[in-house]
């Protein structure tokens, strides 16, 4: 079985460690990052979402954090700071450093961000094959109203409002720029349309899937692919599970329901819906909207809660491929 994933960063790279625990041997993973989040810093380019996905496939994550490397050390952040060089509010550790010196490197010298990706998982062996969703620059911005500027409207980069601000300030719009010039990276397309199943992890649907989808051919693609699609829902009991999913949502006018994230797909996307079983009063809702819903466990606590969602949305892909 060949089965393709649109993932983020956290939320992703750990149902990932789930769905790799729950197949077959001769089954085939291909993810498709989110590159949305890259940031250029220090002079170096940063990608948090593939960084994210290849350091906890890869057994170097942060577990407690759930980004960054195990055991890191601080010794350059806090030589740059005594520099007075920042951001001081993204913090970078040294072994972490590494990792984008040699990324900048290689683009540098005109690899593409995909074969670069490609390099750097040949260290790591995550078990899976890893793609940029495209080798063009894409960085998510959002639109404020900063109170520092009398309310003034100003575009800030996505890790400066989620990292710096905390997204603290209500957002006014989420703008992927870049994206309606991209072109998907090689090998995005083929993934999609080879797939026996695809799958929406409980990422953010706005930053993280939502970024993905906007790349031109994308979500077009998984439209035409044969394959069922499957999400599951990142909110439960009308909260995000992680992070602060719901002031995207409310920028782009989608309530923080599982049920109103599955409308925002759409039933032209996904084809399967998992929700939370305290959240199986929406399974009516979802299934309105066209898109079959099933209510499982969707807290992943541990590997083994995670690979039981995972074969729970394979076993829905089934059930809806008919």
Same mark, same amino acid.
């Given at each position: 079985?060949?089965?393709?994933v649109l993932a983020g960063g956290i939320g992703g790279a750990?149902?990932?460690?789930?769905?790799?625990?729950?197949?077959?041997?001769?089954?085939?993973?291909?993810?498709?990052?989110?590159?949305?989040?890259?940031?250029?810093?220090?002079?170096?380019?940063?990608?948090?979402?593939? $960084?994210?996905?290849?350091?906890?496939?890869?057994?170097?994550?942060?577990?407690?954090?759930?980004?960054?490397?195990?055991?890191?050390?601080?010794?350059?952040?806090?030589?740059?700071?005594? @520099?007075?060089?920042?951001?001081?509010?993204?913090?970078l550790g040294d072994k972490d450093f590494a990792t984008h &010196?040699?990324?900048?490197?290689?683009?540098?010298?005109? @690899?593409?961000?995909?074969?670069?990706?490609?390099?750097?998982?040949?260290?790591?062996?995550?078990?899976?094959?890893?793609?940029?969703?495209?080798?063009?620059?894409?960085?998510?911005?959002?639109?404020?109203?900063?109170?520092?500027?009398?309310?003034?409207?100003?575009?800030?980069?996505?890790?400066?409002?989620?990292?710096?601000?905390?997204?603290?300030?209500?957002?006014?719009?989420?703008?992927?720029?870049?994206?309606?010039?991209?072109?998907?990276?090689?090998?995005?397309?083929?993934?999609?349309?080879?797939?026996?199943?695809?799958?929406?992890?409980?990422?953010?649907?706005?930053?993280?899937?939502?970024? &993905?989808?906007?790349?031109?051919?994308?979500?077009?693609?998984?439209?035409?692919?044969?394959?069922?699609?499957?999400?599951?829902?990142?909110?439960?009991?009308?909260?995000?599970?992680?992070?602060?999913? $719901?002031?995207?949502?409310?920028?782009?006018?989608?309530?923080?329901?599982?049920?109103?994230?599955?409308?925002? @797909?759409?039933?032209?996307?996904?084809?399967?819906?998992?929700?939370?079983?305290?959240?199986?009063?929406? &399974?009516?809702?979802?299934?309105?909207?066209?898109?079959?819903?099933?209510?499982?466990?969707?807290?992943?606590?541990?590997?083994?809660?995670?690979?039981?969602?995972?074969?729970?949305?394979?076993?829905?892909?089934?059930?809806?491929?008919?």
């Amino acid at each position: 079985m060949r089965i393709t994933v649109l993932a983020g960063g956290i939320g992703g790279a750990r149902f990932l460690r789930g769905l790799k625990a729950a197949i077959g041997e001769a089954d085939e993973i291909t993810v498709i990052g989110n590159t949305g989040d890259d940031i250029h810093l220090f002079g170096l380019k940063v990608c948090p979402d593939l $960084d994210t996905v290849m350091y906890t496939l890869g057994s170097g994550i942060n577990e407690d954090q759930g980004w960054g490397r195990a055991e890191e050390t601080w010794s350059v952040k806090n030589e740059l700071a005594a @520099y007075g060089v920042g951001p001081a509010w993204f913090g970078l550790g040294d072994k972490d450093f590494a990792t984008h &010196i040699v990324r900048t490197q290689m683009l540098g010298a005109g @690899y593409p961000l995909s074969a670069v990706t490609e390099a750097l998982c040949d260290r790591w062996q995550p078990g899976v094959r890893l793609l940029p969703m495209s080798d063009d620059r894409i960085e998510t911005h959002v639109v404020i109203e900063d109170p520092e500027l009398d309310g003034k409207r100003r575009a800030v980069h996505f890790q400066e409002y989620w990292v710096k601000l905390h997204a603290a300030v209500p957002a006014q719009a989420i703008l992927p720029v870049g994206a309606e010039t991209a072109k998907p990276a090689p090998g995005v397309l083929e993934a999609i349309a080879e797939a026996d199943v695809i799958l929406f992890p409980p990422s953010n649907p706005v930053v993280s899937i939502g970024t &993905i989808l906007a790349v031109p051919g994308i979500r077009e693609a998984i439209v035409a692919a044969d394959a069922p699609v499957v999400g599951l829902s990142p909110i439960i009991g009308g909260a995000p599970v992680r992070g602060m999913a $719901d002031k995207v949502l409310e920028a782009v006018g989608v309530e923080t329901t599982a049920a109103a994230v599955a409308r925002h @797909y759409g039933p032209g996307l996904v084809d399967g819906w998992l929700v939370h079983t305290s959240d199986a009063g929406s &399974i009516a809702e979802v299934e309105a909207a066209g898109i079959t819903c099933r209510a499982v466990p969707l807290l992943m606590t541990d590997v083994e809660t995670t690979a039981a969602m995972a074969r729970q949305a394979l076993e829905l892909a089934e059930q809806v491929r008919g």
